[in-house]
């Protein structure tokens, strides 16, 4: 009975895996910075800058365990393959919570430098819609929608993706409901804005989202 329970469990654990998948590769652009510990285990952050199709990079925050990678080592300017899964939690500030993201690495690998950019940045989620989409048309008449999709973990946690999505995905996701099914491909990208604070100062800050290329509404 047990090792039914057992095994139950690890089927559920590689299907929570399954639903949540990263590849990144490209250069080392910061050091690593400690992020916390897990049982003894040091988890730390680096920025990876990833290549676009276009001339542009991304710079996705990568977190680490020390026990895949030598963090005491400044490896700016190395290049690297990510596999793993894109994680959220609530950072507490300006009291409210802010969502931060990054890729939590699995997998870990040197590389020379990437050439193929298609296959540089992947991502594919399959999760739940958790708030009405946003959907809406440029200026120039360019259709836009933004959603958030929770992604079940183990042990009965969830990271909340903000996707966005564009043309006639855009306009699919806007009859979307609110605890309906869906799977996502695309790739992670960065993005920066500037953030109004109090007495009119201003932040310069970095969002991460997930740029749809294709989707399945799964009900």
């Known amino acids: 009975m047990n090792v039914m329970k057992k095994g139950e469990h690890l089927h559920m654990s590689e299907k929570m895996i399954e639903n949540n998948q990263v590849s990144i590769s490209g250069e080392i652009v910061s050091e690593f910075m400690f992020s916390h510990e897990v049982f003894g285990e040091g988890f730390y952050l680096v920025n990876v800058r990833v290549k676009r199709l276009s001339e542009s990079c991304d710079c996705i925050p990568v977190m680490i365990s020390e026990r895949l990678i030598d963090v005491s080592r400044d490896c700016r300017g190395e290049f690297i393959q990510v596999s793993g899964q894109f994680r959220s939690y609530n950072r507490h500030e300006e009291k409210k919570n802010r969502l931060v993201l990054s890729v939590f690495a699995r997998e870990v690998s040197f590389t020379e430098e990437e050439t193929d950019q298609v296959k540089t940045n992947q991502i594919f989620l ?6 009405p989409p946003v959907y809406r048309k440029t200026p120039l008449g360019r259709e836009i929608s933004d959603m958030l999709v929770a992604v ?3 042990y009965g946690k969830s990271d909340y993706i903000p996707c966005i999505c564009w043309g006639r995905n855009a306009r699919f996701t806007s009859a979307f409901e609110v605890g309906g099914h869906v799977q996502i491909w695309g790739r992670i990208q960065s993005r920066e804005y500037v ?18 290329s294709k989707l399945e509404w799964l009900g």
Not at 126 to 131: A, T
């Open 126 to 131: 399959d999760g739940f819609i958790c708030k």
């Open 152 to 154: 079940n973990r183990p």
């Open 195 to 212: 953030k109004k604070m109090e007495d009119d100062f201003t932040e310069r800050r970095v969002a991460y989202e997930v740029s749809v």
